[in-house]
């Protein structure tokens, strides 16, 4: 090897051993790139892309999930809400002089009336029924809040005005 870094000595073949060549000469051997490694290159590239447009646009995609979330929230929202009209009208029924048998209708009452006042929660629709008329409650109330693609349903009891929730589940529109 000469110690010129502008010189190089070539050894690989018998043709051209032993022979010095100038650095520009070996520069017009190596220029571009392999027509492999642009093959492989567009591949990668194709590979990734098509990672990408799938979690995208797929079934499972990032702006599915985050409309799933905001419905289940916005039902959240309006469970917590219901909550506590149910905590306040049940205060309100043992402050007063309301009987134990009482509580519960004079809870589903309360928040019959404030549920028929503002029926919209964010985006979650509320409806309460079942209970009969609000003058003469004879049944359990049935709460059920609804989104585009989710609902929830809940009752308040009429022995006691406690309110319980089912679980989150798809709305089926019919």
Same mark, same amino acid.
């Given at each position: 090897? $000469? +110690?010129?870094?502008?010189?190089?000595?070539?050894?690989? =073949? @018998?043709?051209?051993?032993?022979? !010095?060549?100038?650095? %520009?000469?070996?520069?017009?051997?190596?220029?571009?790139?392999?027509?492999?490694?642009?093959?492989?290159?567009?591949?990668?590239?194709?590979? $990734? +892309?098509?990672?990408?447009?799938?979690?995208?646009?797929? =079934? @499972?995609?990032?702006?599915?999930? !985050?409309?799933?979330? %905001?419905?289940?929230?916005?039902?959240?929202?309006?469970?917590?809400?219901?909550?506590?009209?149910?905590?306040?009208?049940?205060?309100?029924?043992?402050?007063?002089?309301?009987?134990?048998?009482?509580?519960?209708?004079?809870?589903?009452?309360?928040?019959?009336?404030?549920?028929?006042?503002?029926?919209?929660?964010?985006?979650?629709?509320?409806?309460?029924?079942?209970?009969?008329?609000?003058?003469?409650?004879?049944?359990?109330?049935?709460?059920?809040?609804?989104?585009?693609?989710?609902?929830?349903?809940?009752?308040?009891?009429?022995?006691?005005?406690?309110?319980?929730?089912?679980?989150?589940?798809?709305?089926?529109?019919?």
């Amino acid at each position: 090897m $000469v +110690s010129n870094s502008k010189w190089i000595k070539i050894k690989s =073949s @018998n043709k051209e051993k032993g022979r !010095v060549l100038k650095w %520009k000469d070996l520069k017009h051997k190596i220029n571009g790139i392999t027509l492999i490694a642009l093959v492989v290159t567009i591949i990668i590239l194709l590979i $990734v +892309s098509g990672i990408t447009i799938n979690g995208l646009t797929g =079934s @499972n995609s990032t702006p599915d999930k !985050v409309g799933e979330t %905001k419905q289940k929230r916005d039902i959240g929202v309006a469970q917590d809400q219901i909550g506590l009209m149910v905590l306040n009208a049940k205060t309100e029924a043992y402050v007063g002089t309301e009987t134990t048998n009482s509580v519960g209708r004079t809870v589903i009452k309360a928040v019959a009336e404030q549920i028929q006042k503002k029926n919209q929660y964010d985006k979650a629709t509320v409806e309460i029924t079942g209970f009969g008329d609000l003058n003469n409650i004879t049944n359990n109330a049935t709460i059920t809040i609804s989104t585009m693609d989710y609902k929830v349903i809940g009752t308040i009891a009429i022995e006691n005005g406690s309110l319980t929730w089912g679980e989150i589940e798809d709305n089926i529109q019919e």
